[in-house]
């Protein structure tokens, strides 16, 4: 189960990266706007579902990981701080690739950290068992948001 659950937030990952690359690249106003819509619609469920069924549980079986999840939690207010600029910034703004970029320096260190300390913790501290529930929880807890963003 630790490799479904691990799987699952990979996947993730790859399509926030997969949007950051394409939005980097990009000189297209329209395509800048589109690509910030899908990234939003793709990170702020994935976040949310992270705060509410990932992070407490690892808190609780890990009490040595409690700064690891207190800086992942920093990492995602200062995330949805930058995409809620970006959102409301002109696509064809000076700023916006550079905004774009810090973003994404921001997204990575945190993908990078979770995939390398985090999920280490989890599965060293929690059973298989745990790690279904918490896979469980996050799946549910991720359609609820993305439900509520459409």
Do not use: W
Not at 46 to 72: G, I, N, Q
Not at 80 to 97: G, V
Request: negative net charge; glycine residues 2%.
């Amino acid at each position: 189960m630790h490799d479904q659950l691990f799987d699952a937030l990979r996947k993730d990952h790859k399509e926030v990266r997969d949007i950051f690359q394409k939005m980097l690249q990009t000189k297209q106003s329209s395509s800048r706007e589109e690509l910030v819509g899908k990234l939003h619609r793709e990170i702020m469920p994935h976040m949310r579902a992270e705060e509410r069924a990932l992070y407490p549980s690892v808190r609780e079986h890990c009490k040595t990981c409690k700064d690891d999840v207190l800086e992942s939690m920093e990492e995602h207010h200062a995330a949805r701080l930058m995409l809620n600029e970006l959102q409301e910034m002109d696509a064809d703004d000076e700023r916006f690739h550079a905004k774009a970029a810090v973003l994404h320096e921001i997204v990575e260190h945190h993908l990078k950290e979770e995939e390398n300390e985090i999920f280490k913790d989890i599965r060293k501290n929690m059973s298989k068992e745990e790690a279904g529930d918490i896979l469980e929880r996050f799946k549910k807890e991720k359609e609820r948001v993305k439900g509520q963003l459409h």
